[in-house]
Nanobody, 127 residues
Framework: QVQLVESGGGSVRDGGSLRLSCRAF????????MGWFRQAPGKEREGVAA????????YYADSVKGRFTISQDNAKNTVYLQMNSLQPEDTAMYYC????????????????????WGQGTQVTVSS
C-alpha cells in the first residue's frame, strides 16, 4: 500500500524559509510523478511544484517560480520542497501527491493527475 508522509511545516515570518519533506512508502515502481500542493482555508487545492523521479525534471506554478525548489533523494524515497522568501499568501496546508506515470504533465501540477496523497503539513507565514 502506498503511503506518503509529509513533515517540515511550521510558522515563520514574512521572508522566512522552510523545507518540507515527503517520504514515500510501499511503491512497486520507481518511476512516478511526485507533486506538492497546497490548500488555504476556503480555497481549492492547488498545485505548487512537481518532479518526475526518473530524471528529475521539475515543474512549477508561476506564483512560486524563483522562490520554491522541488528536489528528490531517491535513495531515501523522499521529495523536498525548499520554500524561500515566504509570504503570508503562502499560508496553507501543504500536501504531497504521487502517481505512477511515464512523465509528469507539463506545467503546474493538477490535483486530478495524482492518485496518492499524504495527510498534509501546515505552513503559516505571518507579516
Amino acid at each position: 500500500q502506498v503511503q506518503l508522509v509529509e513533515s517540515g511545516g511550521g510558522s515563520v515570518r514574512d521572508g522566512g524559509s522552510l523545507r518540507l519533506s515527503c517520504r514515500a512508502f510501499g511503491y512497486t515502481y520507481s518511476s512516478r510523478c511526485m507533486g506538492w500542493f497546497r490548500q488555504a482555508p476556503g480555497k481549492e487545492r492547488e498545485g505548487v511544484a512537481a518532479i518526475y523521479t526518473d530524471g528529475g525534471k521539475t515543474y512549477y506554478a508561476d506564483s512560486v517560480k524563483g522562490r520554491f525548489t522541488i528536489s528528490q533523494d531517491n535513495a531515501k524515497n523522499t521529495v523536498y520542497l525548499q520554500m524561500n522568501s515566504l509570504q503570508p499568501e503562502d499560508t496553507a496546508m501543504y500536501y504531497c501527491g504521487a502517481q505512477y506515470a511515464r512523465s509528469c504533465p507539463p506545467g503546474r501540477p493538477e490535483v486530478q493527475d495524482f492518485r496518492y496523497w499524504g495527510q498534509g503539513t501546515q505552513v503559516t507565514v505571518s507579516s
